[in-house]
Each structure stands twice: as structure tokens, then as C-alpha cells.
T-cell receptor, first 114, second 111 residues
Framework: KAGVTQTPRYLIKTRGQQVTLSCSPISGHRSVSWYQQTPGQGLQFLFEYFSETQRNKGNFPGRFSGRQFSNSRSEMNVSTLELGDSALYLC?????????????FGPGTRLTVL | GESVGLHLPTLSVQEGDNSIINCAYSNSASDYFIWYKQESGKGPQFIIDIRSNMDKRQGQRVTVLLNKTVKHLSLQIAATQPGDSAVYFCAEKSGFQKLVFGTGTRLLVSP
């Protein structure tokens, strides 16, 4: 079974631009979570989607948004990019957001904001 | 947002030694715990998990111990190999709540 895939793997943008990242979960997984990872702040939770609905949300500004499609694929969008948005953005999928289903991570998208 | 610590603790061991990585979790209501391994430039990789109704679980060369009384989780790696060098994260979850990651620990294995 194929793992979680994320596209693109690397991205360079300038301040003020906006970006869309994509995540395809493991087949059969319906829950998708997004995380931001930086050397200074570690792994920070952005949001979690299940059945096209946001189920959990982290403490990020409204510039960060996401959505999930009926095939469970998910996208996250960051508008008006800031230098501090440079990070590794990780997507993880699980069967369900309820209970004890393991989250499996993709390789991440490395975003650099210049 | 929720975050892990700025300073990553490091555990240095010799190849062949047993490694023990510790994690203190925060929520007494957490009922599910996972250990992840993250190598440089890659996403976290699932190692082993344990539910709160257990206190020990074994995998291939790894053992997770859970002490709910003191909210402590540990990962034991037997016969540590250079390929085990990575950052290890524990994570906790309570019911429908999001997965919360603890402070990572860097494991360095010397040949």
C-alpha cells in the first residue's frame, strides 16, 4: 500500500505570495492532519480533517487554511507569506480522527520564504 | 501553537548498547501514545504505539513502557545500530483530541 504523498517536495516563495500544498493520504484513510515543523518550535499542529470537515484546529493565524476533498485528499493554503512561515510542512493520515488510529506521516514539503 | 522545546536533548550511545529514551507527557486523560523516529530531511516514521490499558509493549528491537502514575513513557532500543541515529518523538492523544507531540530527543549512535 502506498504511503502518504505530499506535493511539491520543495517550494521557494517570496514574502506576500500565497502557496498551496497538497497531501494524498494512505488509501482507505479518511483523516488528514497538518503540522508545521521548524528547528525553533518543533512540531506544531495546524489542523485535522475528517470527511471533509475540520475536526481540530491549532493556534495559527487565519492566513493558514485547509480543506479536504471527498476522496480524502487534502490541501493547505498559506496566504500573505511571511519569512517566519519557512518550515517543513508535514501531512499525516489515519483511518479516523477518533480513538487510537495511528497517524502515518508523509515526507513533507519544505517551504522557503525569501 | 503547541510546541516542543527549543533545546533538543541528546543521547549518545555506542553501537550495540541498549538505548532508553524518556518522555514525560502532560495529560492524565491521554489514552494513546506513539513513538516516532525522524531522520534528517524526512517525515516522522511510526515505531510503536501503546494504549493506556497496557504498561508494556514490545516490537522488533523496541519496547515501550508506560507509567501512568507518573505520566512517563519510555522507548527502549536493544542493540542500537548506527541506523537508529535520528530524532525520536513521543506523542499522546486523548479521545477525539489532536495528537500532541512531546520534546524530541536526538539519538546519536557511534560505531
Amino acid at each position: 500500500k502506498a504511503g502518504v504523498t505530499q506535493t511539491p517536495r520543495y517550494l521557494i516563495k517570496t514574502r506576500g505570495q500565497q502557496v498551496t500544498l497538497s497531501c494524498s493520504p494512505i488509501s482507505g484513510h479518511r483523516s488528514v492532519s497538518w503540522y508545521q515543523q521548524t528547528p525553533g518550535q518543533g512540531l506544531q499542529f495546524l489542523f485535522e480533517y475528517f470527511s471533509e470537515t475540520q475536526r481540530n484546529k491549532g493556534n495559527f493565524p487565519g492566513r493558514f487554511s485547509g480543506r479536504q476533498f471527498s476522496n480524502s485528499r487534502s490541501e493547505m493554503n498559506v496566504s500573505t507569506l511571511e519569512l517566519g512561515d519557512s518550515a517543513l510542512y508535514l501531512c499525516a493520515s489515519s483511518l479516523d480522527y477518533r480513538g487510537t488510529d495511528t497517524q502515518y506521516f508523509g515526507p513533507g514539503t519544505r517551504l522557503t520564504v525569501l | 501553537g503547541e510546541s516542543v522545546g527549543l533545546h533538543l536533548p541528546t543521547l549518545s550511545v555506542q553501537e550495540g548498547d541498549n538505548s532508553i529514551i524518556n518522555c514525560a507527557y502532560s495529560n492524565s486523560a491521554s489514552d494513546y501514545f506513539i513513538w516516532y523516529k525522524q531522520e534528517s530531511g524526512k517525515g516522522p516514521q511510526f515505531i510503536i504505539d501503546i494504549r493506556s490499558n497496557m504498561d508494556k509493549r514490545q516490537g522488533q528491537r523496541v519496547t515501550v513502557l508506560l507509567n501512568k502514575t507518573v505520566k512517563h513513557l519510555s522507548l527502549q532500543i536493544a542493540a542500537t545500530q548506527p541506523g537508529d541515529s535520528a530524532v525520536y518523538f513521543c506523542a499522546e492523544k486523548s479521545g477525539f483530541q489532536k495528537l500532541v507531540f512531546g520534546t524530541g530527543t536526538r539519538l546519536l549512535v557511534s560505531p
